[in-house]
């Protein structure tokens, strides 16, 4: 009767990593009871979310062939594009979101296009445009930008409103840090940069006034939802954002932070199923509005 935080069903997003091909299902090693699925297998998944009463996924791509200017983001027959449709078509009742960026799709694994050795901010928002606005045509419920190049919220909503896509809400990844928590799901996604790293788009670890000011300026952009990532290490983010911005706040609890409780659980250091709901219940006292996370079905067969 008195508890101020209480988990439900309707919290979690789960996030879905899609690959060429037929009846695949290969578990990721970092990401025990993760996998890369074709979209047949993506469909089984859906309907077992469903039975459990999740309702809301996030897709990524893993396209079979990557290039310089990653055109499978945005290539109308691209592993999203198809996934989507084949989705959206089973399961309308789906909330789907997508997505956005390239370092799935480049060859070199960074986020936007690359001249001189360095991400291009301008030459890459036009690629998201497209990239977005494709995602859209093909049914997705709400877009999520996770690149992090300046200005990329109005490019996308621009985009969208011209596009007969007015009502299509952003996501944004507004207060993306710089984590070394990402590590699995470079492994899932098969998007590690090949050079360098992404110190000079992703946040400083150290800064949250630098957080804050992303997110007002994705506000002020056009996002509808806001997201801190990583969750668990950035709970002062997440607090910070809830008290500062009347909009929903996404929380990522990413792979890392998912590995390293599957890890001690698996060594029996841990009770996994304890350390979740605990981790959970954080990110929802911290402030946030919904969680993305890869316990969503562990937590969902709890709840
Ligand atoms: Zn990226």
């Known amino acids: 009767m008195f508890s101020e935080t209480i988990l439900t069903k309707s919290d979690f ?17 970092s990401m025990p009871g993760q996998f890369q699925m074709s979209i047949d297998s993506v ?20 396209p079979n062939e990557k290039n310089e200017v990653g055109s499978g983001a945005y290539d109308d027959n691209g592993i999203i594009q198809k996934a989507l449709r084949a ?109 360098g790293d992404r110190k000079g788009y992703q946040m400083d670890i150290r800064n949250t006034d630098e957080a804050m000011r992303e997110i007002a300026l994705d506000i002020a952009e056009g996002a509808d939802i806001v997201m801190v990532k990583p969750a668990l290490s950035y709970l002062d983010v997440i607090r910070r954002a809830s008290e500062s911005f009347n909009l929903p706040l996404a929380a990522y609890n990413v792979s890392g932070e998912y590995s390293m409780v599957k890890a001690a659980a698996e060594r029996g250091w841990l009770d996994g199923e304890k ?26 067969r709890i709840l």
Do not use: W
Not at 13 to 29: H, M
């Open 275 to 300: 350390v979740m709901i605990e981790v959970l219940t954080s990110i929802k006292r911290a402030g946030a509005d919904v969680i993305i996370t890869y316990f969503a079905k562990d937590i969902a």
């Open 87 to 195: 989705i959206k078509g089973a399961f309308p009742e789906l909330l789907v979101i997508t997505d956005v960026c390239l370092c799935e799709y480049t060859s070199h694994g960074h986020c936007g296009v690359i001249a001189d050795g360095h991400v291009k901010n301008d030459e890459t928002l036009e690629l998201l445009q497209k990239e977005a606005l494709s995602h859209a045509q093909c049914g997705a419920d709400i877009i999520a930008p996770s690149d992090m190049m300046d200005g990329r919220i109005a490019a996308i909503r621009q985009t969208l409103d011209q596009n007969g896509f007015a009502d299509t809400p952003i996501m944004a990844y507004s207060a993306k840090y710089s984590s070394a928590f990402y590590g699995p799901f470079r492994e899932a996604a098969e998007s590690a940069p090949q050079f």
């Open 43 to 62: 469909l089984r998944e859906c309907e077992e979310l469903l039975k459990l009463g999740i309702t809301s996924i996030l897709l990524f791509g893993i």
């Open 13 to 29: 997003i789960y996030p879905l990593f899609i690959v060429e091909g037929d009846n695949v299902k290969n578990e990721i090693s």
